[in-house]
T-cell receptor, first 113, second 112 residues
Framework: QKEVEQNSGPLSVPEGAIASLNCTYSDRVSQSFFWYRQYSGKSPELIMSIYSNGDKEDGRFTAQLNKASQYVSLLIRDSQPSDSATYLCAVNPAKTSYDKVIFGPGTSLSVIP | DADVTQTPRNRITKTGKRIMLECSQTKGHDRMYWYRQDPGLGLRLIYYSFDVKDINKGEISDGYSVSRQAQAKFSLSLESAIPNQTALYFC???????????FGQGTRLTVV
């Protein structure tokens, strides 16, 4: 089992809809979770970080964490064409002595005007 | 200027050649990382470093070596490049545990 898994997509949603991106992880005691957005050929940039169970909202973005289910998701409300990108889920496993950051393969999102 | 700078941005090299990718940062972070990115595989960790005396292998370190010359500098070397090392390489830094990583602009390496 891979440490961090995501549906590769592509996920297509119409403009104005809600995009839902999902991520599962294998290390049950992972401590911190991140969502990055990456445009083609560019470096990843942080969208959200979440550390506790529940929801965290920032503008049009909501991250949801369920540690019991080892699941983290990102919701994008009122999706815009500029949201079209690859979204990377990243996890900081707690079992390691030094804090590696493990990334999932990414989900490609396309917002259709 | 970018906080995390990678050089070169693009490089084409021949099989068997030695090549070094350089990363420097002005963020004052202790933790530095090298990742490679291939289509459909996300970012895979090659090496990471906590400080100049601390170097650790990631999940795909074979064929690579690193040097942490100073807190601000972390270089990745391919001793004898091979075509399947063609990829986009990213350097990243991090302040403390559990915080976000900051990425350089990336180096696109092609081995022919």
């Amino acid at each position: 089992q891979k440490e961090v898994e995501q549906n590769s997509g592509p996920l297509s949603v119409p403009e104005g809809a809600i995009a839902s991106l999902n991520c599962t992880y294998s290390d049950r005691v992972s401590q911190s979770f991140f969502w990055y957005r990456q445009y083609s050929g560019k470096s990843p940039e942080l969208i959200m970080s979440i550390y506790s169970n529940g929801d965290k909202e920032d503008g049009r973005f909501t991250a949801q964490l369920n540690k019991a289910s080892q699941y983290v998701s990102l919701l994008i409300r009122d999706s815009q064409p500029s949201d079209s990108a690859t979204y990377l889920c990243a996890v900081n496993p707690a079992k390691t002595s030094y804090d590696k950051v493990i990334f999932g393969p990414g989900t490609s999102l396309s917002v259709i005007p | 200027d970018a906080d995390v700078t990678q050089t070169p941005r693009n490089r084409i090299t021949k099989t068997g050649k030695r090549i070094m990718l350089e990363c420097s940062q002005t963020k004052g972070h202790d933790r530095m990382y090298w990742y490679r990115q291939d289509p459909g595989l996300g970012l895979r960790l090659i090496y990471y470093s906590f400080d100049v005396k601390d170097i650790n292998k990631g999940e795909i370190s074979d064929g690579y070596s690193v040097s942490r010359q100073a807190q601000a500098k972390f270089s990745l070397s391919l001793e004898s490049a091979i075509p399947n090392q063609t990829a986009l390489y990213f350097c990243a830094t991090r302040d403390t545990r559990n915080t976000e990583a900051f990425f350089g602009q990336g180096t696109r390496l092609t081995v022919v």
